[in-house]
């Protein structure tokens, strides 16, 4: 198999991870003020970048837990640059120090699996609150619509089922919400834009958006996403260490020009992988797509995702969380592993900081047990 292909199979596969990327990137832009040519551009050259780098289908993905958080909280678009660029930097020392190796051994997959079923849930929690029943009945319509489409679609790569759910939900922010637009206000030369965050972005960006995206990180996207590259390509497995410096490096460059923090993700890689991606040619397909998006049709993405229907991104980001709540289905043999994973999630969605927590007492708690020191039978 070479590096890179392009072919009709690369090309369904890089349509793989959008249910997950574009209603995050989409809800960013839309409510929290981020530059939409700054974003799309950066993003896609991250993922082309990446594709020529590992030579397989290695996604570049929105950090979801400073993602979720944003939306909730609507910070300024500087905190979120801020801390993006500060999780780069912990995220290169962890990698030129290979302490991401020591954490490979340390942290068992019932923890990893348990922070993954609590994402899933935060964003299953954010999708039927925020997004679901923005619109009324007309909302509930158009989730229904959705979710049909979605499960009509799930079992083939040719016309992929998230894509045509965003499709439709662009079609209906254009049919219902502008009159006649003339073909220049949508369509225009855009760069990125260059921006430093400010002193107290980079404390507050540190505190409330590195810190809980910190954890979710050490498990899905480094963790998570090598074991997911030794199962689905054994022959081009990637260690975690390597993972690790190229997530670091992407936040701390990107955050400058306007771009949104990254990570890779084994969500994506499987959802790559799902849809017919064998190479890093989808990844460079895939991001050449928003590279176009934010060079020529910024000003109308922004018009668009202003008017895009909330349900329709709410749908396509709850088909995205079960997927992400599945993941947990690998250590659901074992009780005591199920157990550890329920009580890490437990802690992600009810305790602050609980993406640490989970990740610092779920490895405490499942080294406990494999030793004994907690009266639980070992067999």
Not at 314 to 334: F, I, K
Request: glycine share 14%; aromatic share 8%; proline share 6%.
């Amino acid at each position: 198999m070479p590096r890179l292909r392009f072919d009709r199979h690369e090309l369904a596969g890089a349509f793989g991870d959008i249910g997950t990327d574009l209603p995050l990137i989409v809800g960013l832009i839309a409510f929290c003020g981020l530059d939409p040519a700054s974003v799309c551009i950066v993003f896609g050259l991250l993922q082309m970048a990446t594709g020529v780098v590992y030579g397989i289908p290695m996604p570049v993905q929105p950090l979801k837990a400073m993602a979720a958080i944003m939306l909730a909280q609507k910070f300024s678009p500087g905190t979120l640059a801020a801390g993006g660029i500060v999780i780069g930097v912990v995220m290169l020392a962890l990698a030129l120090t290979r302490s991401l190796d020591w954490l490979a051994r340390v942290v068992p997959p019932s923890v990893v699996r348990g922070i993954q079923l609590g994402l899933g849930l935060v964003l299953a929690k954010l999708a039927l609150g925020e997004y679901a029943g923005a619109d009324g009945a007309r909302g509930y319509v158009l989730v229904a619509v959705a979710i049909v489409a979605l499960l009509a679609l799930r079992r083939q790569s040719r016309v992929p089922g998230p894509l045509v759910v965003i499709a439709l939900g662009a079609a209906y922010a254009l049919w219902h919400g502008l009159s006649a637009p003339a073909g220049g206000a949508l369509v225009g030369l855009s760069l990125p834009r260059w921006g430093v965050p400010t002193q107290d972005e980079f404390a507050k960006g540190a505190l409330l958006l590195a810190l809980p995206q910190l954890a979710l990180s050490l498990g899905n996207s480094v963790l998570a996403t090598a074991q997911a590259t030794r199962d689905l390509f054994p022959e081009r497995a990637v260690g975690v260490g390597r993972i690790g410096f190229t997530y670091g490096l992407m936040n701390v460059v990107a955050p400058f020009f306007g771009g949104i923090p990254v990570c890779h993700g084994c969500g994506g890689l499987a959802g790559f992988h799902a849809f017919g991606a064998r190479t890093g040619g989808a990844p460079v397909l895939y991001g050449a797509l928003f590279v176009l998006i934010g060079l020529v049709f910024a000003p109308g993405f922004a018009t668009v995702v202003r008017l895009f229907p909330m349900p329709i991104l709410g749908t396509v980001l709850l088909m995205e969380s079960v997927s992400l709540m599945g993941l947990v289905a690998d250590v659901a043999g074992d009780r005591r592993q199920l157990w550890i994973a329920l009580l890490v999630a437990a802690a992600v969605i009810g305790l602050p900081n609980g993406y640490v927590v989970g990740l610092v007492g779920g490895t405490i708690v499942a080294h406990a047990i494999r030793r004994g020191w907690l009266g639980v039978p070992v067999h």
